[in-house]
């Protein structure tokens, strides 16, 4: 399935511009008991994605879980979140049950606090709930000539290589790397062969989606193309899909996320706490190293090599990890980020429930 | 393809003790100018992976590369590696020239001695040559209660996702993470669809490789299993194979290794630099996040817990990453290693070249 087919329909969309739905999701996240300061950065993390075309992490796709789980208590608006074990590079932190996107992008200004001082950082954090978009926490390095780093370990529900059981989670790696004209590298992918809550926006949008993607409950592997089943008629299976294809790849670095986030926070794994997140950030300071600038220069360099590789047969062009997003944010900030008209629907019901005026 | 197709068969191994091996290899290096620790520690990093059943970066696969970069000159045998930048957590190498299997270890016990420290720490290795197994690397850390981390970046043959033109290498990441009663996680793979030395295996061995592996020289993919065909008549593809399977996670992955191991050590990139390699190690101590001994049981729990996972129709038992190595170890220990008698003979031919005397 090209990912296009995921994209809303323009006859089916209302464009809205980001600053007002950054606004109106912090409001939201404020009468929801959430600090104003933790409302302003958890909005600005969901508009991100939405700013950068990564819809299943925006605010159609994410908000309404987030808004479920503080009403009912499964998540903290007012965490007292501390740090429990720390070293000069490295520190962990107890979320005390508040969302990610709005403690991660602090573990990572700790991060690159201590990277600052020591050239590199790690910040593992633990009993947390949704991160979001891992690679706005990686790109909050950027600013700072350092390579910011992200990962997140969920629940259980991704088979591992030959398995009928789930153990681990679709745990997302993002990487993110400053050039100096050139739009950032930045990566930013689920572990799994799919992330999950793709799979359901695909369900929503009725797409096909192409063998090797799933498993029936069996732990065989469905070979062709499809619908997207009902939830729970289904596994999802580690990236690579089949064993021949490299699942033991995906499945490995799936296992490793959960180590680095989980186990190394002193926070169990995905089987045994269903429902918790858990998170890893670092920085690289990229002067600790090498000359900032030569590395800015090679970078462009490089970057500029993959987006000029000739296209193979029946391709238009090649890409690097991070120019779509770049491009696309630039495209949505000035015509305004594409909402199904019945998220906006959903976003002026749940603001008329709280009594906030929305104004688009 | 199973991985067993590449197995040498029975009637054409010969066993050779590893201790033997291990010392005739650092004889032959040590004939080849390599000071005695030197060669004393190549030696051990090729036999381990022949220990460890990863025989496509052991003896058989590799010294012959080796011997012909000694004696053609571009491999620096006694090489003046250097530390060029330094901060607390961090340290970029000067290679020299020198091969990896040998100056590795050291960049690793620096990151090691750092972490101690400071909890993380990482090397960049720049100027370099072949890595061998990169786990071997990473496993240095588990004896001092770390996890170790170690990626290399040869030279461009791997093709960019919907590109036609080589951009990067097949460019390894390893982990090792120790556990208390279980064999350490390892894992250890190219972010390329296949290694390229295990498609020459696969060619030696006549073995047939499955669709979506690897392109034809205008950047098609053969999407239907056949014969490895001749060298330089077809592309490697990232890890993934089709963008419709993720090639673009296993493009992104590898073009991060190539800025973590080059461009951060100031040593250019794939494109430019043909025929060098560029390493990546780190450590991150275990002690600095949680406690050691409860991240160790944490580890046997969640490893057996993946053992244990209930087979997929088809399939016999579920492993976790580093177990299938850790079993293969254990008996080639005893056993002795399998070489194809070929092997055997071109060491028998070299010994008695450089006036070694063998006894298997």
């Known amino acids: 399935m090209a990912l296009e087919e995921f994209h809303i329909k323009e006859e089916d969309a209302i464009r809205v511009r980001h600053e007002r739905l950054r606004a109106t999701v912090a409001v939201i996240f404020e009468k929801l008991g959430v600090p104003e300061d933790d409302a302003q950065l958890g909005a ?9 075309g990564v819809d299943s992490h925006g ?13 009912q208590g499964t998540i903290n608006p007012r965490p007292r979140w501390r740090i429990v074990h720390e070293a000069p590079s490295a520190a962990t932190i107890d979320c005390d049950r ?6 991660a992008p602090k573990a990572m200004d700790i991060a690159i606090a201590k990277a600052h001082t020591t050239g590199v950082a ?15 926490h990686a790109m909050r390095a950027l600013s700072h000539d350092m390579i910011g780093m992200c990962m997140t370990a969920v629940g259980a529900f991704i088979l591992p290589t030959f398995g009928r059981e789930p153990r681990l989670g679709s745990n997302p790696v993002a990487y993110a790397v400053p050039a ?18 793709k799979l359901e926006i695909g369900r929503r949008l009725k797409a096909t989606i192409p063998g090797n993607w ?70 690289y300071n990229i002067a600790s190293f090498t000359d900032v600038d030569e590395f800015k220069r090679s970078m462009d360099a490089f970057l500029q090599g993959l987006k000029n590789t000739p296209p193979a047969v029946g391709h238009d062009r090649v890409i690097y990890p991070g120019q779509v997003e770049a491009e696309e944010e630039k495209e949505r900030r000035v015509k305004g980020i594409p909402l199904h ?8 019901d749940i603001c008329r429930e709280l009594s906030i005026p929305v104004a688009w």
């Open 44 to 52: 600005d993390c969901l508009v991100m994605a939405d700013l950068r």
């Open 59 to 71: 605010v159609s796709n994410m908000l309404k879980s987030y808004v479920n789980g503080y009403n």
């Open 341 to 348: 008209r019945e998220v906006v629907q959903w976003l002026e």
């Open 122 to 136: 790690a910040v593992t954090m633990g009993n947390g709930r949704h991160l979001g978009m891992a690679s706005y």
């Open 180 to 197: 100096k004209e050139e739009a950032p590298f930045v990566m930013d992918w689920a572990t799994s062969m799919v992330a999950g809550n």
């Open 214 to 283: 799933i498993a029936r409950r069996d732990g065989s592997i469905i070979t062709e193309p499809g619908p997207v089943p009902a939830q729970g008629e289904y596994y999802l299976l580690p990236f690579g899909g089949t064993r021949e294809m490299g699942s033991h790849k995906g499945y490995s670095l799936m296992a490793l996320v959960d180590i680095l986030c989980s186990i190394l926070s002193g926070s169990g794994y995905a089987t045994i706490t269903p429902g918790m997140s858990k998170h890893f950030v670092g920085a």
């Open 98 to 103: 508040g969302l990610g996107i709005m403690i």
